[in-house]
């Protein structure tokens, strides 16, 4: 038994990031499968955090959005 996630959705790009989107059925349940193309690291989100994300306000959600937070580190930031 693989995970080989459903073909993919599709490719969201930009000048700054591209994700591939693919839809996984290994899990509990179906979930949102992204692969970050420029550096292979794979996320999964379940309906939950989708929902989570449209609901965010949008300071918290741009707040996410600095690479600098976690993105470009040796080690996780300590909170």
Do not use: K
């Amino acid at each position: 038994m693989g995970t080989r996630p459903d073909p993919e959705i599709g490719t969201v790009a930009s000048e700054f990031a591209a994700v591939s989107v693919s839809i996984d059925h290994e899990g509990n349940g179906p979930r949102l499968r992204l692969e970050d193309l420029s550096g292979g690291r794979v996320a999964f989100l379940d309906a939950l955090q989708l929902g989570t994300l449209v609901w965010l306000p949008p300071e918290q959600l741009t707040a996410l959005l600095d690479p600098s937070a976690n993105r470009w580190r040796d080690s996780p930031p300590t909170s």
